[in-house]
């Protein structure tokens, strides 16, 4: 299994920039998805961005155009480059990679 730690998140004033961070470590399997999930009170989580083995992207809709995710191998790292943000994108996110392997969610807070 894979042990996932994420960083670098904090609070952040609307339209200011954040970079999120995952490192992985035990017996990571190249080729997996890595993705990053968020959840904000009150409401269900769900998927921001995802990268493929191969390094295809998808977004969602909501972040397209701000958000960047993007990975290490030679680091076994995680990233998600997040800009211009507002208040709805302010949640808890989490970081997985393949089936079933989650870490355990790093607050993001946008406020004035």
């Known amino acids: 299994q894979v042990q996932l730690v994420e960083s670098g998140g904090g609070l952040v004033q609307p339209g200011g920039s954040l970079r999120l961070s995952c490192a992985a470590s035990?017996?990571?399997?190249?080729?997996?998805?890595w993705s990053w999930y968020r959840q904000a009170p009150g409401k269900e989580r769900e998927v921001v961005a995802v990268i493929t083995g191969l390094g295809g992207t998808n977004y969602a809709d909501a972040v397209k155009g701000r958000f960047t995710i993007s990975r290490d191998d030679a680091k076994n790292t995680l990233y998600l480059q997040m800009d211009s943000l507002n208040a709805e994108d302010a949640a808890v996110y989490f970081c997985?990679?393949?089936?079933?392997?989650w870490g355990q969610g790093i607050q993001v807070t946008v406020s004035s």
């Open positions: 997985t990679m393949g089936p079933g392997c």
């Open positions: 035990g017996s990571i399997v190249y080729g997996y998805t």
